[in-house]
Nanobody, 111 residues
Framework: QVQLVESGGGLVQPGGSLRLSCVVSGIAISGSTMSWYRQAPGEERELVAS???????YYDHSVKGRFAISRDITKNTVYLQMTQLKPEDTAVYYC?????WGQGTQVTVSS
């Protein structure tokens, strides 16, 4: 059974940074495409970033240049480093792989 556990969310001021973590069990991330999605209140869930087995990253245009996705296969963990955060980045962030979602972690960008 695949399980994903996110952490690292919180309240940050505009321009600040956060690093989200997603610890994965039940599947080796080395063989999977890993993704981060987010969902703001009243909005649909949207893909923010993903990374393939071959380390090819994808970023939504709204976060390109500010967010970086990475993974540590020794820890079976995926990260989302978020910098230059904006109020519009406020959302619940979810980790996703193999048709499985994590529980989400809240990110709030506000002064």
């Amino acid at each position: 059974q695949v399980q994903l556990v996110e952490s690292g969310g919180g309240l940050v001021q505009p321009g600040g940074s956060l690093r989200l973590s997603c610890v994965v069990s039940g599947i080796a991330i080395s063989g999977s495409t890993m993704s981060w999605y987010r969902q703001a209140p009243g909005e649909e869930r949207e893909l923010v970033a993903s990374i393939t087995q071959l380390y090819t990253p994808y970023y939504d245009h709204s976060v390109k240049g500010r967010f970086a996705i990475s993974r540590d296969i020794t820890k079976n963990t995926v990260y989302l480093q978020m910098t230059q955060l904006k109020p519009e980045d406020t959302a619940v962030y979810y980790c996703y792989t193999d048709r499985t979602w994590g529980q989400g972690t809240q990110v709030t960008v506000s002064s």
